[in-house]
Every structure is written in C-alpha cells, then in structure tokens.
C-alpha cells in the first residue's frame, strides 16, 4: 500500500494554485476539468505521485466557500528551518498563524501557516523531532 494524496475542497481555485505553488513551492502535476460535474481536480505536491503524497485540491464550480469543520486538524510538511519557512511565507503575503518555536510540552520545532481557504499546514522542522 501507498499513501497517495489528501483532497481538500477549494473555493477559489487559481487562488489556491498560488498559494500552493508561489507560496509553499509545489509544482502543478495534473489538471483535468470535469464539465459534465462542474468541477475540477488539481494536483500539487513537491515531486512525482509515483513516490511522493500529494494533494488534491477539488473545485466544485459552484460553490465559492465550505465549513471546515472540527475533525479535520492540519497538513504536515518538513522544513529545513522553521524560522526561515514562515518568514519566506510572510514575505510572499502568506498568513503565519503560529510563529516557529518549540512545541508546547516538547522541543520539536514547528510552525503553522494557513491557506486561503483556511485549511492549517504545520512546518516541522528537520532534525528537532
């Protein structure tokens, strides 16, 4: 088994493209448009879906927002340093929701950004686990 991708439902597609791509570095891998159901899938992520996970990020055309709700918590990414990721998204206008520093009750290094959808995206920095 092959953990593949994590969808998340997206209300401003080319929004979220920007955001995946100029801001947390992902590269588009696949686009298709679905006219018939009125939606489309785009698939980001850091390489290859034959050996990376990545995400599915799923427009329906015609809804503009959606209730994240409570069970969903967060995507978790490796950094090399986590102090340099959130201010490498702060200056390309990306939304630090939780500075770097250590865990609460721990000495992993993290951080938290968010998405323009509103969806969390935790750095965990390499080599502090």
């Known amino acids: 088994m092959q953990f593949l991708h994590t969808m998340l439902r997206v209300g401003n597609l080319e929004r979220s493209l920007a955001f995946y791509q100029d801001v947390l570095g992902m590269k588009l891998l696949r686009r298709q448009d679905y006219p018939e159901g009125r939606f489309t899938l785009a698939f980001v992520g850091y390489g290859d879906e034959s050996e990376h ?3 599915e ?3 329906n055309w015609d809804t503009e927002s959606y209730d994240l709700g409570t069970a969903f918590g967060h995507i978790a990414i490796g950094v090399e340093n986590a102090y340099e990721a959130c201010d490498a ?3 390309k206008g990306g939304k630090v929701v939780r500075e770097a520093g250590p ?3 721990g000495t ?3 951080a938290f950004v ?3 959808d509103g969806y969390k995206i935790e750095f965990i920095q390499k080599g502090s686990l």
């Open 108 to 110: 992993t290094v993290i």
């Open 103 to 105: 865990m609460k009750h």
């Open 114 to 116: 968010e998405d323009p």
């Open 89 to 91: 998204v702060r200056a």
């Open 53 to 55: 996970t990545v995400i």
């Open 57 to 59: 990020l799923t427009h």
